[in-house]
């Protein structure tokens, strides 16, 4: 079965400053995705990038970006110029292709912004 | 358009109750599914259905039931509500079956059983 590690529970950021967020996975299979989903105060689960295996070029969306290692099965979100606004808790997330969308997550890294 | 909806948004049950919570979209996805969250274990799969009529189960199913008689909705029964099911549950839906469409979310319920 696959897994999804997140092995930073708290992570700190200064304003304007970038943060990477750590994410490793084990599956078996050469095709699936990889998410990047962001949880506010509000509970609401917003999705914030999103990589396809078979690509090599790494996802970006403004100022988010991952840096995506397959043979490492490595999968970390960096954030530039951080905003008070990013300040959430950000899981990792894994879906096999064949699986109807069923999703894998890790157990979420709470960042804090500060001024 | 109001995407996924769920109700309640906050529920207390004693233990051994029994309740629904609700999930309707009106995206005409095809998939839908059900989490729970709990604290420091990320969001689990307890079902999902893959259209009306269609049901299978996550990776924490026990002690919750579901149907999905119309695309549109897609409930949750929990039949005798224990103290290890307090939680907050998200139903989610898409478009699609595969892995990379993108799964929209509710805004949750938070379920106390005592």
């Known amino acids: 079965a696959q897994t999804v590690t997140q092995s930073q529970p708290e992570m700190s950021v200064q304003e304007a400053e970038t943060v990477t967020l750590s994410c490793t996975y084990d599956?078996?299979?050469?095709?699936?995705?990889l998410f990047w989903y962001k949880q506010p105060p509000s509970r609401q689960m917003i999705l914030v990038i999103r990589?396809?295996?078979?690509?090599?070029q790494n996802a970006t969306e403004n100022r988010f970006s991952v840096n995506f290692q397959k043979a490492a099965k490595s999968f970390s979100l960096k954030i530039s110029d951080s905003q008070l606004g990013d300040a959430a808790m950000y899981f990792c997330?894994?879906?096999?292709?064949?699986?109807?969308?069923?999703?894998?997550f890790g157990t979420g890294t709470r960042l804090q912004v500060t001024l | 358009n109001a995407g996924v909806t769920q109700t309640p948004k906050f529920q207390v049950l004693k233990t051994g109750q029994s309740m629904t919570l609700q999930c309707a979209q009106d995206?005409?996805?095809?998939?839908m599914s059900w989490y729970r969250q709990d604290p420091g274990m990320g969001l689990r799969l307890i079902h999902y259905s893959v259209g009306a009529g269609i049901t299978d189960q996550g990776e924490v199913p026990n002690g919750y039931n579901v149907s999905r008689s119309t695309t549109e909705d897609f409930p949750l029964r929990l039949l005798s509500a224990a103290p290890s099911q307090t939680s907050v549950y998200f139903c989610?839906?898409?478009?699609?079956?595969?892995?990379?469409?993108?799964?929209?979310f509710g805004p949750g319920t938070r379920l106390t059983v005592t």
């Open positions: 990589q396809e295996a078979y690509k090599q």
């Open positions: 989610a839906s898409s478009y699609s079956r595969q892995g990379d469409t993108e799964q929209y």
């Open positions: 995206m005409n996805h095809e998939y």
């Open positions: 997330a894994y879906s096999y292709t064949g699986t109807a969308s069923k999703l894998t």
């Open positions: 599956t078996s299979e050469s095709d699936y995705y």
